[in-house]
């Protein structure tokens, strides 16, 4: 259930940048997601639609941008690709103390404002 926290959160960030900035509708928003996050875009997706009703950001589109693991060996500092070796052992020694460079990200990265309607 936390996709409906983190979601939640969202839409407090778009509002209060869209009260800021004066304008009207939010009409998309850009989130960046870490292979190694477990949140569920259709999960996302899914909270958006509900608890954006009514609100600034009611009909945004969200656009997903997945960013791939990097992972740093401790022993011998081979850096890597989950599609090179696991999470948690490092492929070119075999070592498991494993630093997490990227992958675990979970953030807005913008969004895009409508021009405010003439009055
Ligand atoms: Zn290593």
Known sequence: MHELAVTGQILEIAERHATEAG?????????????????????IQFYWDIISRGTLCEGARLHFTR??????????????????????????CGHGRVTILTGQEFRL????????EPS
Not at 27 to 42: A, K, M, Q, R
């Open 23 to 43: 304008r009207g509708q939010v009409t998309d928003l850009y989130l960046v997601i870490g292979e190694l996050s477990t949140f569920i875009d259709d999960s």
């Open 67 to 92: 960013v791939p693991a990097r992972l740093r060996c401790q022993h011998c500092s081979c850096e890597y690709g989950l599609e090179q070796g696991e999470l948690m052992v490092c492929p070119a």
């Open 109 to 116: 990265e913008s969004l895009e404002l409508a021009e405010k």
